[in-house]
């Protein structure tokens, strides 16, 4: 005989399974599956915003393709909000990264001659490889062998004087000024919210411009496949066509 | 009766046939079902259909005792089979991995730090005793840690969704390179193994990369963030137009 069970048990059951206990299982910061599965989410949307290709993120610097800021302004708009108010409601804690100003400076210039020609950021490139572009290959081995380098020879001798030069510490910009997060919370939103419609007006001018191209090309294309053989101009001798032109030209300013 | 198989393809069925009889032996012999576990994934990752997610998800729900597995994949099912997200909604779903990492984990999402840990490892591998003399290497031990895992999740999840919608194409030369430098791959890949090393030196100065250091700064309001992303956009920008010169403009087919 089977049991028949209860639809308040059947809910039971499933709410079992969905147990905080697993959770709790994979938390914290040194957890290696916890880390694997927000790899894979992670990976996942990277993928779907299409910021592992070369081409999106090349076309940003080449000032024709903003998609790359049409995906980041709603990153931190969301995520500005939700982590202040968490971390007001005291579910987690802020991990504020280390200000130096003139290190910082100087890195990220480099960084951006390194995005400009490889194409990937960190990041990206492991999703590249998993998306099946090769070239992420040699990016990822030259990011290491990069490392590798700075904590060869460069580490020791700068440690105590390049890298500490304009030091602030972990500090944010509202412990800086003494003011609630909020309003600047709110003042940023607002500037994005610009920044956004801007962007996103601004790319679908340019997608407008490139369809329209691509299109013309393509016509351009089929007519030229159109045009039988016999058709074509016979190519004429240098003579001619300067007679041609001069002809041409009386005809201008009759 | 004839099993219809190509036979060009048998020789890789007959490979694959022996390791999974293979993984089932070992998980016999350690009474444990990972290796089993694992060659299903595989077998069903490989070319993924909407079924094939549904069974695996299964699988993991059954063999770890929790509803979750269950419930991404079918999250997965629904949502992932479009080749691209909108921007906004992928910027929506960027920022709630940016504060899921924060729950879960408790730090910001961080690739660099994965990389650096994997040029520890290797020359810890190559040369034990130099490697225990260098300073650098005493801040990021040769362990195997979060960030590491975080990179194969990366590229996992990269994978399946890339297989999955069908955007999947392996290419060592991306288009718009191909445009304004050529089609020679040894010129891609050296030109790519050089702006990885400088973006791994650049990364250590920094201290930080797009998703540990931009991301996560400009998102809790520290000064780092907003430093790092200025310079980095200008040095993108200025070395791209150096760069690819005249060939800047490319017109990409959508």
């Given amino acids: 005989m089977i049991e028949l069970i209860t639809v308040k048990e059947l809910i039971g059951r499933l709410a079992q399974t969905f147990d905080s206990g697993t959770i709790e299982a994979v938390k914290g910061p040194t957890s290696l599956y916890g880390g694997l599965i927000l790899g894979l989410i992670f990976g996942v949307v990277l993928q779907k915003a299409r910021l592992c290709k070369y081409d999106i993120v090349s076309g940003l610097f080449r000032l024709q393709d903003f998609t790359v800021f049409r995906v980041g302004t709603p990153i931190i708009m969301v995520s500005v909000v939700l982590i202040f108010f968490f971390s007001e409601m005291g579910v987690f804690e802020l991990h504020v990264p280390k200000t130096v100003i003139v290190p910082q400076i100087i890195g990220g210039l480099m960084f951006g001659v390194g995005i400009a020609i490889m194409g990937y950021c960190p990041g990206t490139a492991a999703g590249a490889l998993g998306e099946g572009s090769l070239d992420a290959i040699p990016s990822i081995l030259g990011m290491i062998s990069g490392a590798v380098l700075y904590a060869e020879f460069f580490h020791d001798s700068w440690e105590n004087n390049f890298l500490r030069w304009g030091a602030i510490g972990g500090k944010t910009f509202y412990e800086i000024l003494g003011i609630s997060p909020w309003y600047l919370v709110v003042l940023f939103l607002l500037m994005l919210t610009m920044f956004l419609i801007a962007t996103t007006m601004f790319d679908i001018f340019i997608v407008f411009l490139r369809r329209t191209f691509n299109l013309f090309m393509e016509m351009t294309d089929a007519l030229e496949e159109k045009v039988p053989p016999a058709a074509k101009p016979i190519a004429r001798s240098t003579v001619e066509t300067v007679k041609k032109f001069r002809q041409n030209l009386r005809d201008i300013f009759k | ?254």
């Fill in chain 2, 1 to 254: 009766m004839k099993i219809p198989i190509d036979p060009t393809n048998r020789g890789s069925l007959i490979v694959g046939a022996i390791a999974i009889v293979m993984c089932a032996v070992l998980s016999i012999v350690l009474v444990s079902g990972w290796p089993l576990m694992l060659a299903l994934s595989v077998v069903l990752v490989a070319r993924p259909k909407w079924w094939s997610i549904l069974i695996l998800g299964f699988a993991y729900t059954v063999f770890l005792n929790s509803g979750w597995p269950l419930l991404g994949s079918l999250f997965f099912i629904a949502v992932c089979k479009p080749k691209r997200w909108w921007p906004i909604p992928a910027g929506i779903a960027f920022a709630l991995v940016e504060v899921f990492s924060f729950y879960l984990s408790d730090r910001p999402l961080g690739i660099t730090r994965g990389f650096t840990a994997m040029g520890s490892i290797a020359e810890s591998l190559i040369y034990p005793e130099h490697a225990n003399k260098v300073s650098y290497w005493g801040i990021y031990e040769p362990v195997i840690d979060w960030t590491m895992a975080l990179i194969v999740g990366v590229t996992i999840g990269s994978f399946l969704s890339s297989k999955y919608s069908g955007d999947f194409r392996l290419n060592t030369v991306p288009y718009l390179w191909s445009f304004s430098k050529g089609n020679s791959v040894v010129k891609r890949w050296l030109w790519a193994f050089a702006g990885g090393m400088i973006m791994g030196f650049a990364a250590r100065i920094a201290g930080g990369c797009v998703s540990g250091l931009l991301i996560s700064g400009v998102v809790q309001l520290a000064p780092a963030g907003f430093i790092f992303m200025m310079s980095l956009w200008v040095g993108g920008v200025v070395t791209t137009f150096l760069f690819y010169r005249t060939r800047v403009v490319a017109v990409r087919k959508d």
